[in-house]
Antibody
Framework: EVQLVESGGGLVQPGGSLRLSCAAS????????MSWVRQAPGKGLEWVAN????????YYVDSVKGRFTISRDNAKNSLYLQMNSLRAEDTAVYYC?????????WGQGTLVTVSS | DIQMTQSPSSLSASVGDRVTITCQAS??????LNWYQQKPGKAPKLLIY???NLETGVPSRFSGSGSGTDFTFTISSLQPEDIATYYC?????????FGQGTRLEIK
């Protein structure tokens, strides 16, 4: 059974940093692109970042470029999102998702709240 | 970046009604278009991939069509459990975008 489990969310002050993790199981993690998608409270879905199977290609939505870094450790079946210089508008539930063309599997999400 | 215009933003329909949601891309995306259902407090669920393919286990009352810039998502006979928000999503290039969502309610 495919499982994606996010962790690392919490309350952080503006300008602070947070590292999200996503533990994958039930499939060959190293064979798939992976993504982070977020959803601000009461708002729609927003794609945040993609990473290729071997980590050689990474893409970001403009609003997080230079502040967020997506990475992966295929030996640990894990996906990460390092978030720096956090802003109030980064407050959201962050989901990791497997990419098979579509986002065919999603985690349960982890809430990041940026507030003083 | 490719913009996705989804309409309507909200929709009220009766059980048994045929429901249609549209999504328009700002440029040709071939059939690189997916549809998701999201219920409150839950992660999105993939329903339709590549514009018209039904994901395994998804009821056949859900369908999708279109190519290029114009796409349609249809529920042939609305059921109470279909109350949710629906999103289109393009993946023509690695810079992925979603539509704004359609909130579906029971009349």
């Amino acid at each position: 059974e495919v499982q994606l489990v996010e962790s690392g969310g919490g309350l952080v002050q503006p300008g602070g940093s947070l590292r999200l993790s996503c533990a994958a199981s039930g499939f060959t993690f190293s064979s798939y692109w992976m993504s982070w998608v977020r959803q601000a409270p009461g708002k729609g879905l927003e794609w945040v970042a993609n990473i290729k199977q071997d980590g050689s290609e990474k893409y970001y939505v403009d609003s997080v470029k230079g502040r967020f870094t997506i990475s992966r450790d295929n030996a640990k079946n894990s996906l990460y999102l390092q978030m720096n210089s956090l802003r109030a508008e980064d407050t959201a539930v962050y989901y990791c998702a497997r990419v098979a063309g579509a986002f065919d599997y999603w985690g349960q999400g982890t809430l990041v709240t940026v507030s003083s | 970046d490719i913009q996705m215009t989804q309409s309507p933003s909200s929709l009220s329909a009766s059980v048994g009604d045929r429901v249609t949601i549209t999504c328009q891309a700002s440029q040709d995306i071939s059939n690189y278009l997916n549809w998701y259902q999201q219920k409150p407090g839950k992660a999105p669920k993939l329903l339709i991939y590549d514009a018209s393919n039904l994901e395994t286990g998804v009821p056949s009352r859900f369908s999708g069509s279109g190519s290029g810039t114009d796409f349609t998502f249809t529920i042939s006979s609305l059921q109470p459990e279909d109350i949710a928000t629906y999103y289109c999503q393009q993946y023509d290039n690695p810079l992925i975008t979603f539509g704004q969502g359609t909130r579906l309610e029971i009349k």
